[in-house]
């Protein structure tokens, strides 16, 4: 494809779905232009470098998010329905954990959606300062939490990528995990669980009561 006929929408797609596939350190200009059926230098023409085009790409994916609408009567549910829709989008897109960490992520959506979060606190009467650490905290909880699902989609493509079997790898280091838990009487009684049978899993609706005790500890001064 020339590089007149190329545009940074179908860059952007095309990027997206090599990330998904790929991850963050499968791109670069060479393979996504392969999958353009253009020339890398024809993607150099509408993007500088690859920092350039995780920028774009990321925001581009934050757009996925919808905000729900502001409710000062309800605004647990608000700021939880804006959370959950930051971490659905995470676990579709798990190379945006290691880009936030990498990178100096910035866009219109992506101030949209702090804009709106930083509203659902604000609207509930927290001042700016309040806002700010609150708004904060909800976000390092999500990206945190979304933090398992990466490291697996990232330790599975590396260990295709070196020829092994990534499913036998988890179990055999799960196994040997297992042994050293062992001595520890907590964790012995765990060890047949549903999270410890499954790599960098937790307990079910282990995010949900997080994010419930997080909020529930959340409350605008004065109240």
Sequence with gaps: ???????????????????DEEGLEGLNMRSLGKRLGAAAT????????????????????????????????DWRGTATATADGLYAMFLRHPWLVQAVSSHLLHGT???????????????????????DRAAGAVFT???????GASATACLTRKLRRAGGD????????????????????????RLH???ATEYAAAPEGTYAAGLRALLAGLRPSGT
């Design 141 to 147: 909880y999500v990206l945190g939490n979304a933090l």
């Design 166 to 189: 990534p499913e036998q790898a988890f179990q055999e280091t799960l196994a040997r995990a297992a042994e050293t838990a062992e001595p520890f009487p907590r964790l012995r009684a």
């Design 42 to 73: 024809a993607v150099y023409w509408h993007v500088k470098n690859k920092d350039d085009l995780v920028q774009m790409v990321a925001d581009h994916v934050w757009q996925e998010i919808e905000l729900p609408p502001l409710d000062s009567a």
């Design 109 to 131: 959506a992506m101030s949209r959606y702090d804009d709106h979060l930083l509203g659902v606190f604000e609207t509930a009467g927290f001042t700016p300062e309040e806002a």
């Design 1 to 19: 494809m020339p590089r007149d006929t190329l545009t940074p929408e179908q860059i952007v797609r095309t990027a997206v779905q090599l990330l």
């Design 193 to 195: 669980t549903p999270a």
